[in-house]
Every structure is written in structure tokens, then in C-alpha cells.
Nanobody, 121 residues
Framework: QVQAVESGGGLVQAGGSLRLSCAAS????????MYWYRQVPGKQRERVAS???????DYSDSVRGRFTISRDNAMNMVYLQMNSLKPEDTAVYYC???????????????WGQGTQVTVSS
């Protein structure tokens, strides 16, 4: 069974950097777009960054210029490099991708369990 497994969260001071990783574990035939979301308690989940299978990227206004999304198609992984972190970046970060496990199954959404990022002032 395919799962999205995140790693790399933690505590960092404002101005610091963190790199999040997400691996699609298990046998998967193909992955199209991959995303990073974040959520603060009591607020809606926010899409932070996206990357297509061809490498085109997009970012929310709140992180553009500070965060970089990338992927390794051979390893079925997606990364989020976060620089110049601010206290308002504190959230649980989730990996999400649309994938297909076989030719006979439709594509479906996969979500990671979330990883906490805390930025202290």
C-alpha cells in the first residue's frame, strides 16, 4: 500500500532554514502533481507550494521567494526547502500527491501524516 511519509520538521529560530522531505513508499506506477500544505490549529489548510511532473512550480504569496519545492521522480520524492523562516511559518506541514498504483486503478490523493515546523522569534 502506498503511503506518503514526511520527515524534516523541527524547531528553528527565525531566519533559519529547514528542509522537508516526503517519500512515496510502496509500489506506485505514476505520480502527477505534488504539493506541500500547512495548517495552523483553528485555520484552514493552506497550499504552500506545488510542482508538476514536468517540474513547473507555484507558490503561495506568503512563501514565494523563501521556499523552494523540488522533486526526484526516480525516487518518488518531493522536498520543501524553507529559508528565512518566520514565526508565522509555524504550522503542521503536509505532503500531498496524486498517484496511480496500477493501470487498472484510478489516480487518487495521498496525504502524509504531517510534520511540525516551529519557528521561534
Amino acid at each position: 500500500q502506498v503511503q506518503a511519509v514526511e520527515s524534516g520538521g523541527g524547531l528553528v529560530q527565525a531566519g533559519g532554514s529547514l528542509r522537508l522531505s516526503c517519500a512515496a513508499s510502496g509500489r506506485i506506477l505514476s505520480i502527477s502533481a505534488m504539493y506541500w500544505y500547512r495548517q495552523v490549529p483553528g485555520k484552514q489548510r493552506e497550499r504552500v507550494a506545488s510542482i508538476t511532473s514536468g517540474g513547473s512550480t507555484d507558490y503561495s504569496d506568503s512563501v514565494r521567494g523563501r521556499f523552494t519545492i523540488s522533486r526526484d521522480n526516480a525516487m518518488n520524492m518531493v522536498y520543501l526547502q524553507m529559508n528565512s523562516l518566520k514565526p508565522e511559518d509555524t504550522a503542521v506541514y503536509y505532503c500531498n500527491f496524486l498517484g496511480r498504483e496500477s493501470m487498472w486503478q484510478p489516480s487518487r490523493d495521498y496525504w502524509g501524516q504531517g510534520t511540525q515546523v516551529t519557528v521561534s522569534s
